[in-house]
């Protein structure tokens, strides 16, 4: 195994310590090295990526290196620099929990059937050919707005699992997490971290999925359609 694998490997003990709440021991979770996977599950379009049935799709490749352990939040890591990794990471897991609740998704078993749909699917992605300008990461054409994806629910996600990992003392900008910022056509995450105020810290004992369906801050609400007008406005000129 590669050190970079190894390296990706070893942050779930990282997050789990630093996310207890919201990485409790009965939800896996799998970080895989970019450059472990085969040929052509490659793709040097994105930093990271995971979806719903990121477990699914890599479920192949998890049981032949023996790391299977049934479903799971699953998040690829495209770095082999070791402090990129984590924030990376944090980035990725910030995508897991914004997703809500929803028990039938984990009760939906590995089957040869599922999981070659989902390696599809995920290979579409990857060909942007095939793929939704709003379903690539971090990318967009005119049409799409640059932070398709990433909206005010992963944007609060991602300002808690920053604010939890500085708490466990593991700190990342929010630049090196890609929080926001200019790749998104948004305010940069700092922005975004002082309008959320001092959410983080006050709803610290709650899982950060159960936050997300909560009312937006009033500063944070403004903030985000500020960023998201001025594109229309722009688009709209064009």
Same mark, same amino acid.
């Given at each position: 195994?590669?050190?970079?694998? !190894?390296?990706?490997?070893? =942050?779930? +003990?990282?997050? &789990?310590?630093?996310? @207890?709440? +919201?990485? $409790? ?6 970080? %895989?090295?970019?450059?472990?996977? @085969? ?12 979806? $719903? ?9 998890? &049981? ?47 089957? +040869? ?7 599809? &699917? ?10 939704? @300008?709003?379903? %690539? ?6 049409? !799409? $707005? ?5 909206? @005010? ?5 991602? %300002? ?16 090196? =997490? ?9 305010? $940069? ?11 983080? =810290?006050?709803?610290? +004992? ?33």
């Amino acid at each position: 195994m590669s050190n970079t694998a !190894t390296q990706v490997e070893a =942050m779930e +003990d990282l997050f &789990r310590r630093a996310l @207890p709440l +919201d990485l $409790p021991p009965e939800r896996n979770l799998y970080f %895989i090295a970019h450059g472990s996977l @085969p040929d052509w599950f490659q793709n040097g379009l994105c930093r990271g990526w995971t979806g $719903p049935f990121a477990d699914v799709a890599y479920g192949r490749y998890l &049981r032949l290196v023996g790391r299977w352990k049934g479903r799971g939040y699953c998040c690829v890591i495209n770095s082999d620099n070791a402090f990129e990794m984590v924030a990376i990471g944090m980035h990725e897991v910030s995508h897991c929990l914004e997703r809500p609740r929803d028990p039938q998704l984990w009760r939906v078993a590995l089957d +040869d059937a599922l999981m070659e749909s989902s390696v599809q &699917r995920i290979c579409d992605l990857h060909d942007r050919t095939k793929t939704p @300008p709003d379903e %690539i990461n971090g990318l967009a054409t005119d049409d !799409t $707005p640059q932070w398709a994806g990433h909206g @005010p629910r992963f944007l609060r996600a991602a %300002i808690h699992v920053h604010y939890r990992m500085a708490s466990a003392g593991v700190h990342r900008s929010a630049g090196s =997490m890609y929080l926001a910022g200019s790749n998104y056509g948004l305010s $940069p995450g700092d922005h975004y971290i002082e309008a959320l105020g001092n959410e983080p =810290m006050h709803w610290r +004992d709650r899982p950060i999925v159960d936050l997300c369906d909560e009312p937006l801050p009033e500063r944070f609400k403004r903030l985000w359609l500020c960023d998201t007008e001025a594109w229309r406005e722009k688009h709209e000129a064009a």
